[in-house]
């Protein structure tokens, strides 16, 4: 998340980090096809913190070569929580630049994913990182609140305000912070 945070809105260190001759969206995505499954993880992450929210940056790895879906589907459907979280979260952010699926549909598969993990999930790093992946959807592009909100989180989230583990409730306190600038959401939460 750190990486987010210092990429988020912060076009000087883009335009430092685009400015070296030697910085290229090509590496990071053949670090996508790597042989080890941290490596592809983090390439993803990477990708995703460039994105977010960025259109331009979006356009440019598109134009770089873009990343396909298929790099995410081992992670989507790996039995372990963090690879799933993750990749939820990337192919969320990442979905108008994926060009072998259609946007709404990896989208929709990367909210469900996460909704599900703030369900099911029995560890605490797992629904702490999944509330703060649903915090960070939740300010991105129109369309995907209203999504989060429809498959029930909201209702996943408050349940998770009564969690014994003060880093899950902080995370699902601010998801749903995010979460009640839409009006439906406000109004399930005014309703509990």
């Known amino acids: 998340m750190a990486l987010f945070l210092f990429l988020d809105g912060?076009?000087?260190?883009?335009?430092?980090?685009?400015?070296?001759?030697?910085?290229?969206?090509?590496?990071?995505?053949?670090?996508?096809?790597?042989?080890?499954d941290v490596v592809?993880?983090?390439?993803?992450s990477a990708l995703a913190a460039f994105a977010y929210n960025n259109i331009s940056q979006q356009k440019e790895i598109a134009e770089q070569g873009g990343v396909r879906f298929n790099c995410f589907i081992p992670f989507l459907q790996s039995s372990d929580e963090f690879y799933r979280c993750n990749a939820a979260f990337q192919v969320v952010v990442l979905?108008?630049?994926?060009?072998?699926?259609?946007?709404?549909?990896?989208?929709?598969?990367g909210i469900?994913?996460?909704?599900?993990?703030?369900?099911?999930?029995?560890?605490?790093?797992?629904?702490?990182?999944?509330?703060?992946?649903?915090?960070?959807?939740?300010?991105t592009r129109a369309g995907v609140p209203a999504a989060i909100i429809?498959?029930?989180?909201?209702?996943?989230?408050?349940?998770?305000?009564?969690?014994?583990?003060?880093q899950v409730r902080g995370c699902a306190a601010i998801a749903l912070g995010y979460l009640s600038y839409t009006h439906t959401a406000e109004r399930q939460l005014l309703n509990k």
Not at 99 to 105: K, R
Request: hydrophobic share 45%; aromatic share 4%; charged share 20%.
């Open 112 to 139: 469900k994913l996460l909704v599900d993990l703030l369900q099911d999930s029995q560890s605490d790093q797992i629904l702490a990182l999944a509330s703060d992946c649903i915090a960070r959807l939740a300010h």
């Open 150 to 166: 429809a498959i029930n989180a909201i209702e996943f989230l408050t349940k998770l305000l009564l969690h014994q583990a003060e």
């Open 10 to 36: 912060n076009q000087e260190i883009l335009e430092e980090i685009n400015g070296t001759i030697d910085f290229s969206y090509v590496r990071i995505l053949k670090m996508m096809y790597a042989q080890h």
């Open 40 to 44: 592809r993880l983090l390439a993803g």
């Open 95 to 109: 979905s108008k630049i994926i060009p072998d699926e259609e946007q709404a549909l990896s989208s929709a598969t």
